[in-house]
Each structure stands twice: as structure tokens, then as C-alpha cells.
């Protein structure tokens, strides 16, 4: 099983400031590596696909960068809106979920 | 606009069983496969089971095989997973999820592009 861990837990900025999540691979998955994010009560939501191609919908503040057991999700000109908890998934394997980094502005 | 409308879930006496459904709008139902990921309480996401666009195809977590059944009913546009055994560690939110995809694996897994609103499991004596 492919772990993947995330950082930081929590991450608390102002709005308008640049926020940098980062998940880690226990392995390679080469860019098979997916972002969603979730607000409380409600189902994830898919922003990033295969490492840095933005979903349909999703402001292009958001970006996603890394290859090979490393990635950044940065989020551009942060709006109260964007809090929330940020998971990655990886799909080289069997998807497994990181533990999630939540978003505090 | 995709639409995932979930039904079903509730509370289950350990050992004993559930079925949740999973209704789809906004797309070619048939042309996609599909998935279950859950969330217990406080936690973070799981993949639970996968089944291909013509239903041909299922895949399991380790942790749900041989209890859980996925399946669906292309003519109804509805996925459906029959939970059988049933224990504590299966109390979660049970999300249906379309992938991008007809089939689930290729080589590599797949992503989740829309979600269900999730319904509840408790598992409870």
C-alpha cells in the first residue's frame, strides 16, 4: 500500500496570503497524484488530477506541482471560501488518501 | 448537471447487513465506473469498492472483501452496495463517487470527478 502524508496538520493564514500544502509518497507514483477538498458536511470536491491539471470549474488559483513522491498544492490569493481540509490521493495503485492538511483563514 | 443522490444507510446491529443506493443524473451512466469511499467519523477518506461502466469489472479494499457487493443496474442508472457482516469498524459516511473512467483500473487506478451528498452507516448493538 502507497502512504502518503501530508503537511502541515493545519495551516492557519489571512486572506490574500499564498498557501502551500505539501503530500508525500511512500513510493514513486510517477504524476498520479490528486487533490480534493473538503468543507464540513459536505462530500470532497476534485480540484487538481495527475499532479497539476485543474478540474473543470475551479478558479486557476489553485495550481498543483511534483512529480515522483513529492507535491505542492498552492493556493493563489486565498478567499475566506477556501478553508477547509485538502486531501491528495494517489492512483498509481489501489487509491489511498492522505490524512488531509486543514485550512484555516 | 452530474448529479449523485444517495439513499439508504441507517443504523445495523453488528453482524447484519445494509444496502445503499446511489442515484445518477447528468451523464451516461453507462459509460463510466464507478465507486464507494467512506469516512469514519473524525477521519479521513477510504476507498471502499469500484465497479466498471457495463458492471463487468468490481474491485474491493482488503478490509470489505468478501462482505460488501458492489453492483448496478445500468437500466436504472443506480449503483448499489449490499453490506453483509457488518462491524464497528464499518461506521462511516459512505460516499458514491463517478470516475472519469469506464473502467476502474487500467494499469493504474482512477480519480473521483463527482460525488454523492453521503449517507450514514452506524453500526451499533
Known amino acids: 500500500e502507497i502512504v502518503l502524508t501530508q503537511s502541515p496538520a493545519t495551516l492557519s493564514l489571512s486572506p490574500g496570503e499564498r498557501a502551500t500544502l505539501s503530500c508525500r509518497a511512500s513510493q514513486s507514483v510517477s504524476s498520479l497524484l490528486v487533490w480534493y477538498q473538503q468543507k464540513p458536511g459536505q462530500p470532497p470536491r476534485l480540484l487538481i488530477y495527475?499532479?497539476?491539471n485543474r478540474a473543470t470549474g475551479i478558479p486557476d488559483r489553485f495550481s498543483g506541482s511534483g512529480s515522483g513522491t513529492d507535491f505542492t498544492l498552492t493556493i493563489s490569493g486565498l478567499e475566506p471560501e477556501d478553508c477547509g481540509v485538502y486531501y491528495c490521493?494517489?492512483?498509481?495503485?489501489?487509491?489511498?488518501f492522505g490524512g488531509g492538511t486543514k485550512l484555516e483563514i | 448537471e452530474v448529479q449523485l443522490l444517495q439513499s439508504g444507510g441507517g443504523l445495523a446491529q453488528p453482524g447484519g447487513s445494509l444496502r445503499l443506493s446511489c442515484a445518477a443524473s447528468?451523464?451516461?451512466?453507462?459509460?463510466?465506473?464507478m465507486s464507494w469511499v467512506r469516512q469514519a467519523p473524525g477521519k479521513g477518506l477510504e476507498w471502499v469498492s469500484s465497479i466498471s461502466g457495463s458492471g463487468g469489472g468490481t474491485d474491493y479494499a482488503d478490509s470489505v472483501k468478501g462482505r460488501f457487493t458492489i453492483f448496478r443496474d445500468n437500466s436504472k442508472n443506480t449503483l448499489y452496495v449490499q453490506m453483509n457482516n457488518l462491524g464497528a469498524e464499518d461506521t462511516a459516511i459512505y460516499y458514491c463517487?463517478?470516475?472519469?473512467?469506464?473502467?476502474?483500473?487500467?494499469?493504474?487506478?482512477?480519480?473521483?470527478?463527482?460525488w454523492g451528498q453521503g449517507a450514514q452507516v452506524t453500526v451499533s448493538s
Open positions: 490521493q494517489q492512483r498509481s495503485d489501489w487509491p489511498t
Open positions: 463517487a463517478k470516475t472519469p473512467f469506464f473502467d476502474f483500473w487500467s494499469g493504474q487506478s482512477s480519480y473521483f470527478d463527482y
Open positions: 447528468g451523464f451516461s451512466f453507462s459509460s463510466y465506473a
Open positions: 495527475d499532479a497539476s
